[in-house]
């Protein structure tokens, strides 16, 4: 057993100990084997809960030189000599021998080890269970009866889980409270009880405040309230018990006195203040209680009472300054919201702070995994379409591309189920921590929350507040860490890969993902100068139309370039290479007379005619990549060509006459473009040939986590959104730079948690490759809608079979109209995630010691941890 040596030091020698004496305790010499050379020494030993302390010798004025932790084991007279006894351990653990010097001495140490060990004390307390409810005919544990002066208020509060805030609150102090029976300050507690008409009798326990220790004039910071949106009673009677708290672990205390007022008689007092003397059991002062209330509902009334107009006036005044509901901002996004209210005193003494708490569980924790696992889903099926266009290839090709199916097929299968099973659950709207090992739920993110501080300042009536989205690490718990995280797995799925170059360390894969990006990149440019094309034409502005062809011929040149590199050249040689072996092996096996039959049939066999964008060929492998480029750059040509010999033309047909040869061009890039997707999709075959188990594990372990990640991201981005609609700056932030989201860690790297590191830092990485775009809210609590990119995920881990997420947040008319051009325009807002983390449970100090932490070759794939200018004063708490 591991165990730190000064603190169990400590704890022998701070306070009382059980039991204690002279034993001698059979010993074994070091190095030696254990049979007849064991010998008894005298030592000192002591006992202290369920350790059994022994010392060197008979003093005990040095450190202890073992401990015995007494559980799983027996006492048993020990038969060989006099007064002995041994203490035997369950499983391979040694038996211990001791011997004391009478047999009175011996029953006493037996008596106390026995009684020391948890199984006996768990033993008695079932024994005085079972007595107690053989006589009550309640179970004490699972039945408690009702406590009226024990802590158990400690975990009670009126009105604390509620959507609606209370009507009115109070807050409340007292002053002059006497000194307990030692002359000490008291620890003052007060318990809030009420009766609402017509019961007379029966106090209903309603709140409490926290224990305010060691005073005599405490200010009780918790607030309590009183009604709801439906208003409150003012003949509601409120009793305020103050106690003496003695002992909070048992709950002792003490009543010191109470008062009994009503709601009318706080809101018809000077300023809605009351100050009341306490009522003891003994005809002595008490002290006094002050109340101070406010109205937080705008259709209660406050009655007036027999006071002068002045009085009034003030009285009106006070009660107006009602704050706004501020749970209202929070219901779109939120349910199950908790509010804690406490009231501050500051150094001006005029000036009070409210402060407000709020807990509240996200409405979006299981809607953004299910549209996931849906975008998710139609990917999959895509993969499979365009390996089926792919035609038939040989026989080790033909595998590979059947296995990289059969496990697309399986994923689809996986998710589908998924859906169901998260679509169809019941429970609460977030996954709570027992379910964390549940692989039913396994795509919605644990204990999803967000946590609200608003800080009110009454005098100035001005707000502040911060806000927190609490969630669990980004990881796959359910699958566990047997071969450990995503950054490893990663890295092994990188040793396998071929590198782009020589001394490149990026793989073909990574580079392939580039260059479909680029190339989707320039396409949507070209399709976007089109249409700008056609409004030009439109509009009979021929020098517009002259800029836009030169950018169009840019946007080509550029394209064609980027298909003229080496990879794609090489992925598109050896897949023509595959196709001419079948072609030669299926001419082997036709005879003359079905020659030319057969070669039509087989033409059809591949569903890649689309990819072709002239009338040469229709198979894509049997056209050149070079020809493919050349028709692109000769349609753009054909178009420039047209566009200035339109000069001379009537406007009113330069539509008709460009949209034959710009729809020529568009066509010949679509082909360009299909055709790239379609060579690299072989080359990730061929790459993930005899992998593709691993490439199923990662793919679904990563997916996993993103959606955990998601999740949290777009919870927090609409808050951050919705309580920032008049915050100029930020607005102009998110249209220039976007958002920078910061992730709070508390993993160490010990054990498992060092795989829960890697999944997590994978995935907020990740998050780079997700953008948002706003829109105008066309219904009444609209959800946010995910949406697949074009692109390709690049960034530091790349992934060609997963596509860059578009969030679509819809927002009110009034802030849409406060964003700038470029948003209410469609502009993306990108997203910079950073994460920190540092550990900060004992975990994380046995890591510490054994020198566990993450390698810094891990962490290189990552440089946005690495080279920021924060990262160098954060790497250490990375590693820890």
């Known amino acids: 057993m591991r165990f730190n040596s000064k603190e169990l030091t400590h704890i022998v020698e701070q306070g009382v100990v059980d039991k204690e004496g002279i034993l001698s305790m059979k ?33 005990s004025r040095t450190e202890p030189l073992g401990v015995l932790v007494l559980e799983r084991c027996t006492i048993e007279l020990d038969d060989e000599i006099d007064n002995a006894f041994i203490i035997v351990f369950e499983g391979d653990e040694p038996t211990y021998h001791f011997a004391t010097r009478t047999e009175t001495e011996r029953d006493e ?100 405040t926290e224990v305010v220790e060691k005073t005599n004039c405490p200010q009780f910071l918790k607030t309590i309230g009183f009604g709801d949106s439906n208003g409150i009673d003012t003949n509601t009677r409120i009793k305020l018990t103050v106690y003496h708290v003695k002992e909070r672990l048992t709950g002792t205390m003490s009543q010191m006195g109470q008062v009994i007022f009503t709601v009318q008689d706080v809101l018809t007092s000077h300023q809605m203040e009351l100050a009341l003397p306490l009522q003891g059991p003994d005809p002595v002062d008490c002290g006094t209680v002050k109340v101070m209330a406010w109205v937080n509902d705008t259709n209660i009334s406050v009655p007036n009472g027999p006071a002068d107009d002045c009085k009034n006036d003030k009285l009106k005044r006070s009660a107006g300054r009602r704050r706004s509901k501020r749970v209202d901002t929070l219901r779109p996004l939120y349910r199950g919201i908790i509010t804690r209210t406490f009231r501050f005193d500051t150094s001006d003494g005029g000036v009070k702070l ?49 296995e990289a199916t059969e496990h697309c097929t399986s994923i689809v299968m996986l ?35 967000l946590q609200r501080m608003t800080v009110i300042n009454e005098l100035n009536d001005t707000t502040s507040w911060y806000d927190i989205v609490t969630v669990g690490a980004f990881t796959a718990y359910a699958q566990k860490y047997k071969h450990g995280g995503l950054m490893k797995l990663l890295q092994h799925q990188k040793e396998f890969y071929s590198a782009d170059g020589t001394l490149s360390k990026n793989t073909k894969l990574d580079k392939a993902c580039q260059l479909i990006n680029s190339i989707h990149k320039l396409n949507v440019k070209v399709e976007h100068d089109c249409q700008r094309l056609y ?29 003229d590199n080496k990879l794609l050249q090489g992925s598109e040689e050896l897949y023509n290479a595959v196709r001419e072996e079948v072609l030669y092996q299926k001419t082997l096996e036709m005879s003359k007379n079905e020659l030319t039959e057969s070669f039509t049939d087989l033409d059809m066999e591949s569903s890649t005619e689309n990819l072709s964008g002239t009338n040469f060929k229709k198979n894509p492998s049997m056209e050149p990549w070079e020809l493919s480029r050349v028709n692109t750059e000769a349609a753009c040509v054909c178009l420039t060509s047209l566009i200035e010999s339109l000069e001379s033309v009537d406007k009113t047909k330069w539509l008709e006459s460009i949209s034959q040869d710009v729809a020529k061009l568009k066509n010949f890039v679509a082909v360009l473009q299909n055709k790239a997707v379609s060579f690299m999709t072989f080359l990730n075959i061929m790459e993930n040939k005899g992998h593709s188990k691993l490439n199923y594990t990662i793919k679904y372990r990563r997916d996993v986590c993103f959606s955990h990640a998601v999740t949290a991201l777009v919870t927090g981005f609409m808050t951050k959104l919705t309580t920032h609609t008049t915050d100029t700056h930020f607005l102009n932030q998110l249209c220039q730079v976007g958002m920078l989201v910061q992730f709070e860690g508390l993993l160490s790297c010990h054990s498992d948690e060092n795989g829960m590191i890697e999944d997590m830092m994978v995935a907020v990485d990740d998050l780079s490759q997700v953008v948002f775009r706003v829109k ?73 010691r054994a020198q566990t932490h993450l390698k810094e070759t891990c962490l290189l794939p990552f440089p946005a941890y690495l080279h920021a200018p924060f990262a160098s004063k954060r790497l250490n708490g990375l590693q820890n």
């Open 27 to 59: 010993y074994k010499p070091e190095g030696r084997i254990f049979k007849k050379e064991e010998t008894y020494i005298t030592r000192h030993c002591k006992l202290k809960g369920n350790l059994l302390f022994y010392y060197k010798n008979k003093e």
């Open 109 to 208: 140490w037996i008596q106390a080890l026995h009684l020391s060990s948890y199984e006996c004390l768990k033993m008695q307390l079932q024994s005085l269970r079972e007595q107690i409810q053989a006589k009550t005919g309640r179970d004490p544990v699972s039945q408690p009866p009702p406590t009226e002066t024990g802590m158990a208020f400690e975990t009670q509060s009126g009105n604390a889980n509620t959507n609606d805030e209370p009507a009115i609150e109070i807050c409340l102090s007292c002053e002059d409270l006497p000194n307990d029976s030692s002359a000490n300050p008291p620890n003052p507690f007060i318990v809030i009880y009420t009766i609402n008409p017509p019961q007379q009798q029966t106090w209903v326990q309603h709140s409490h």
């Open 354 to 402: 409210l402060v407000h708490e709020y807990m509240a569980e996200a409405k979006l924790a299981f809607d953004i995994p299910l549209q996931l696992i849906k975008l998710w889903i139609d990917e999959e099926k895509s993969m499979i379409d365009q390996m089926k266009n792919l035609g038939q290839m040989s026989t080790r090709c033909q595998h590979a591309c059947q």
């Open 535 to 563: 409004g030009s034409a439109s509009n009979g502005s021929f020098s517009e139309m002259k800029s836009i062809a030169e950018q169009i011929t840019e946007h080509v040149k550029e394209l064609v370039n980027v298909c």
């Open 415 to 449: 998710y589908e189920q998924h859906y169901h099973l998260i679509s169809s659950f019941k429970g609460p709207s977030f996954k709570p921590s027992i379910k964390k090992g549940d692989k039913d739920l396994e795509f919605a993110p644990l204990n999803l929350h």
């Open 776 to 848: 105008v809210e066309e219904q009444v609590d609209e959800g946010p809608v995910l949406s697949l990119h074009g692109k390709l995920k690049y960034g530091s881990n790349p992934d060609f079979q997963r596509h860059c997420l578009v969030v679509t947040v819809p927002v009110k008319q009034e802030l849409f109209e406060r964003l700038p051009d470029p948003l209410q325009r469609g502009k993306d807002i990108n997203i910079t995630p950073v994460f920190f983390n540092i550990g900060i449970n004992e975990q994380a100090t046995v890591a510490e």
